[in-house]
């Protein structure tokens, strides 16, 4: 489109944005399905969804926006790997960084990470190597948000990286910190319900606990920083395939 | 120990659409829990 000057403004919508082939295939018949239960789903999503900007960027066209190819299976068992964002009414784990993106308003601003995989190496390779430790950043009048997420294409645990984040030229000497978090411990009725015992019937109680569980949460309480210089810097540990959102308020 | 780097004052790129429309798609303006509810089934 962007080798066509009629053409190249006109608004991108990518009307079906989705990982792979079949979103009403569960466990019992595809077993790798099981991904979309958990955080490798939400990263994953992160890392992608991250990567249609760098794509729009680099080839210079007007990309609108993208719509999550997900859907809505009533009466269905529980955690059962379709390609949803909550299961039986409990959001699972991937709905919360569309909460996250949602927190993010204002203008998309540049942000560099020396773990993030280039645009070229995630098209023509994946991410197979080291995990990929992305961020997407954006600022509005009285805010601005990081998105921060540790991705790799294997379905695997791994142990927390330490990051440090910048935050520069910012206009305010003091400011408000909410850390938000999607990882085994946090935004996470998947993680919950396994140690329930994964059941498929449950008690009332365990369907309150699992509706809580799923909401997006946050990492301890928001905290008051004073910047230094227009800056400041954030220390924080980041495990494979959880996502984090720094949300900073003036 | 991995650096991430951002400036407020850096360069602004394309792509607030998006996030506007995520907001009215998914979370609404009247009210987030009321929203998302829609999307759980039950």
């Known amino acids: ?250 | 120990m991995i650096n991430i780097i951002t400036s407020l004052n850096g360069l602004s790129l394309h792509g607030h659409l998006l996030y506007y429309n995520w907001k009215q798609a998914y979370i609404g303006n009247d009210g987030e829990q009321k929203d998302l509810a829609r999307l759980g089934g039950r």
């Open chain 1, 1 to 250: 489109m962007a080798s066509y000057p009629k053409i190249k403004n006109i608004p991108i919508v990518i009307g079906e944005s989705d990982p792979e082939g079949c979103a009403a295939c569960g466990m019992a018949t595809n077993p790798s399905n099981a991904y979309r239960n958990g955080t490798m789903y939400s990263s994953y999503t992160a890392a992608s969804f991250a990567r249609k900007y760098l794509l729009s960027d680099f080839s210079g066209v007007n990309l609108m926006g993208a719509v999550s190819w997900s859907f809505e299976f009533e009466n269905q068992p529980w955690f059962y790997g379709f390609r949803d964002l909550a299961t039986n009414g409990v959001d699972k784990p991937v709905l919360n960084v569309f909460r996250m993106f949602g927190k993010m308003t204002g203008q998309r601003i540049s942000a560099t990470s020396d773990r993030m995989y280039p645009l070229k190496t995630v098209l023509d390779s994946s991410i197979r190597s080291k995990t990929d430790i992305g961020v997407l950043a954006s600022r509005d009048s009285r805010s601005a948000s990081v998105m921060i997420w540790n991705y790799h294409d294997d379905d695997e645990q791994g142990s927390p990286e330490l990051i440090k984040l910048s935050i520069n030229h910012l206009p305010a000497k003091i400011v408000t910190v909410i850390h938000y978090r999607i990882d085994n411990e946090h935004s996470n009725a998947y993680e919950l319900w396994k140690k329930m015992g994964s059941p498929q019937q449950l008690t009332a109680i365990q369907i309150t606990e699992l509706e809580k569980a799923g909401r997006l949460q946050t990492l301890g309480k928001a905290v008051k920083l004073f910047s230094k210089n227009g800056s400041v810097i954030i220390n924080t540990s980041l495990p494979r395939q959880a996502v984090s959102l720094v949300k900073l308020n003036w």
